[in-house]
């Protein structure tokens, strides 16, 4: 079963919109939550990241929101540019010594 | 920028052959990690490390074989390579600070290939 879940295998915006990318989440223990990206034949490169005792953190054109209550997390890219089409990871980490657990991954795509 | 390299970038061999995938880091990271992943799926982790002459086996079962002998280097090998083995192979490093593992840095990823 999995723990971690991005419903959206696929997300299409035109340049210069907002990219919104979901995750949701099971595991009330999940502590520590990051983004990723990632290029095809590329290693995942680390995004941004959120600790269970905040709601949101930004960092430039990435903004990333957490909803305890509802178990959810967002991603936020404005806006969008080209560059920014790949492959999203969500991961949530399940206690300070646990092991990332990662969905399976959003595919994005900007429009020029 | 995370300095952390994998070699060979694409491999292709044959079944039944033995092969070890590279993997360094000059991070200086405690614990480092071999994920699995196939075209729109999850990455799942396949082996890791807390530290030299440290290795346990992750969530995802693998006839792989991992050592670590010094702090910087983590290869993985397959002793009889199978079609099944097909996939991309990812390594990654983190800080293992007071016992909590910190963000994880992933190298470009091995893109094996069985025939």
């Known amino acids: 079963d999995q723990q971690v879940k991005q419903n959206s295998p696929s997300l299409s915006v035109q340049e210069g919109r907002i990219s919104i990318l979901n995750c949701d989440y099971t595991?009330?223990?999940?502590?520590?939550f990051l983004w990723y990206k990632k290029y095809p034949a590329e290693g995942p490169t680390f995004l941004i990241s959120?600790?269970?005792?905040?709601d949101k953190n930004e960092d430039g054109r990435f903004t990333v929101f957490l909803n305890k209550s509802a178990k959810h997390l967002s991603l936020h890219i404005v806006p969008s540019q080209p560059g920014d089409s790949a492959v999203y990871f969500c991961?949530?980490?399940?206690?300070?010594?646990?092991?990332?657990?990662f969905g399976k991954g959003t595919k994005l795509s900007v429009k020029p | 920028e995370a300095d952390i390299y994998q070699t060979p970038r694409y491999l292709v061999i044959g079944t039944g052959k033995k092969i070890t995938l590279e993997c360094s880091q000059t991070?200086?990271?405690?614990?480092m990690y071999w994920y699995q992943q196939d075209p729109g799926m999850e990455l799942h982790l396949i082996h890791y490390?807390?530290?030299?002459?440290?290795?346990e086996k992750g969530d995802l079962s693998s006839e792989s074989t991992v050592s670590r002998i010094r702090t910087e280097h983590f290869p993985l090998t397959l002793e009889s390579a199978r079609p099944s083995h097909t996939s991309q192979y990812l390594c990654?490093?983190?800080?293992?600070?007071?016992?909590?593992?910190?963000?994880?840095?992933f190298g470009p990823g091995t893109r094996l290939t069985v025939l």
């Open positions: 990654a490093s983190s800080e293992w600070t007071s016992g909590r593992t910190d963000t994880q840095y």
């Open positions: 991070m200086g990271h405690d614990k």
């Open positions: 490390s807390y530290g030299v002459n440290s290795t």
């Open positions: 991961a949530a980490r399940p206690g300070s010594q646990g092991n990332l657990i």
């Open positions: 595991n009330s223990m999940f502590d520590y």
């Open positions: 959120i600790s269970s005792i905040k």
